[in-house]
Each structure stands twice: as structure tokens, then as C-alpha cells.
Antibody, heavy 116, light 112 residues
Framework: EVQLVESGGGLVQPGGSLRLSCAASGFSFSTYWMQWVRQVPGKGLVWVAHMNTDGSITRHADSVRGRFTISRDNAENTLYLQMNSLGAEDSAVYFC?????????WGQGTLVTVSS | DFVLTQSPDSLTVSLGERATINCKSSQSVLYSSDNKNYLAWYQQKPGQSPKLLIYWASTRKSGVPDRFSGSGSETDFTLTISSLQAEDVAVYYCHQYYIAPLTFGGGTKVEI
């Protein structure tokens, strides 16, 4: 069974940083593109970033480029999202998702709240 | 960016009745090389993460009840729930995976 378990969310002050992690299991992690998608509670889904199997290809949404960085550790079956210079507009549930271009599976999400 | 516009924003359907959700893309998601529409549908129940229902516009994911069906091509797509069940109460999103940045429709809330 595919499992994607996010962690690292929480309350952070504006301008602060957080690092999200996604522990993957139940599939061959190193053979799948991985992505991050976020959702403001009660609102729609917004793509954040993706990364190819070996980490050599990444792309970030315009809204986070230069502030967020996606990365992965295939030896640890873990996906990361380093988030810097956080603003209120970044408050959302962040989902780790498997697959590209088709998103096949979603984690349960981790909530990030940016507030003073 | 590809903009996906869903309609309606919400709909109320009686148990056993048909629910129809539309999704219109600002550009065609039909890839000429493989003649496939890069359009998927997801279901998100309250308090849960989204789940894949339909991909390639009309292919049901294994295990998805056959009351769910997808149709359409190029820019106009439809998700149909043929006989609504109580467990189908959710928000439904269309999603284009034709080109980055991947985009989603605004969602349609289905209630009974």
C-alpha cells in the first residue's frame, strides 16, 4: 500500500522558515517523480513544485520560486520542501503527492500557518 | 497557465439521481502524439486528501465504482455520477496534467 506521510508543519512567524518532510513507503520511491500541492482550508488545490526521480529536474510555481526548494533523498525514501521567507499567503495544508504528470496518490497533508 | 473552470460551484442532488459536473479548459489538453486528453478528476471528502477517480478524461481508476464516468475531449469535460450515493458527498476537482504548471479547477461541492 502506498503511504505518504508529511510532517514538519506548524505555526511560524512571517519571514520565518520551515522544512516539510514526506516519508514514502509501499512503492519504489526512487522511480517516481514527486510533487507538492497546497490547499488553503476550504479552498482549491494549487501546485507548488515537482522533482524528477534523481533530483536533476525541478520546477517551482511562480508564487514560491526563489523562496521554496523541493528536494529528495532516495536512500531515505523522503521528499522535502524547504520554505523560506514565509508570508501569510503561504498558510495552507501542504500535500506530498506521487506521480508526474498524473498525480496518483496523496498524503494526508501537513498544515502550515504563518502568523505573528 | 492553463485555466480550468468548473461548473457549477455546488449542486444538490437527491439520492439515486444523476450528478453532472463540467470542466472547461482555456486550452486543449489533447496531446496529438498519443491522442490522449491529459485531464483527471479527483474526489475530496471532508477532512480527507483528494483521491484519483478518473484519468485520461475517461479511464476509471481501479476500484472506483462504475457509477462514476468521465467524458469529453480537448477543452470540454464532464464528470457524471449516475446514481448518487450518500458516500459521494464531496468536492470534485478536475485537473490538467498536460503541461506545467499543473492546474486544477476550482472544485464542485456535491451535496444531498
Amino acid at each position: 500500500e502506498v503511504q505518504l506521510v508529511e510532517s514538519g508543519g506548524g505555526l511560524v512567524q512571517p519571514g520565518g522558515s520551515l522544512r516539510l518532510s514526506c516519508a514514502a513507503s509501499g512503492f519504489s520511491f526512487s522511480t517516481y517523480w514527486m510533487q507538492w500541492v497546497r490547499q488553503v482550508p476550504g479552498k482549491g488545490l494549487v501546485w507548488v513544485a515537482h522533482m524528477n526521480t534523481d533530483g536533476s529536474i525541478t520546477r517551482h510555481a511562480d508564487s514560491v520560486r526563489g523562496r521554496f526548494t523541493i528536494s529528495r533523498d532516495n536512500a531515505e525514501n523522503t521528499l522535502y520542501l524547504q520554505m523560506n521567507s514565509l508570508g501569510a499567503e503561504d498558510s495552507a495544508v501542504y500535500f506530498c503527492v506521487r506521480g508526474n504528470p498524473l498525480i496518483e496518490d496523496w498524503g494526508q497533508g501537513t498544515l502550515v500557518t504563518v502568523s505573528s | 497557465d492553463f485555466v480550468l473552470t468548473q461548473s457549477p460551484d455546488s449542486l444538490t442532488v437527491s439520492l439515486g439521481e444523476r450528478a453532472t459536473i463540467n470542466c472547461k479548459s482555456s486550452q486543449s489538453v489533447l496531446y496529438s502524439s498519443d491522442n490522449k486528453n491529459y485531464l483527471a478528476w479527483y474526489q475530496q471528502k471532508p477532512g480527507q486528501s483528494p483521491k484519483l477517480l478518473i484519468y485520461w478524461a475517461s479511464t476509471r481508476k481501479s476500484g472506483v465504482p462504475d457509477r462514476f464516468s468521465g467524458s469529453g475531449s480537448e477543452t470540454d469535460f464532464t464528470l457524471t455520477i449516475s446514481s448518487l450515493q450518500a458516500e459521494d458527498v464531496a468536492v470534485y476537482y478536475c485537473h490538467q496534467y498536460y503541461i506545467a504548471p499543473l492546474t486544477f479547477g476550482g472544485g464542485t461541492k456535491v451535496e444531498i
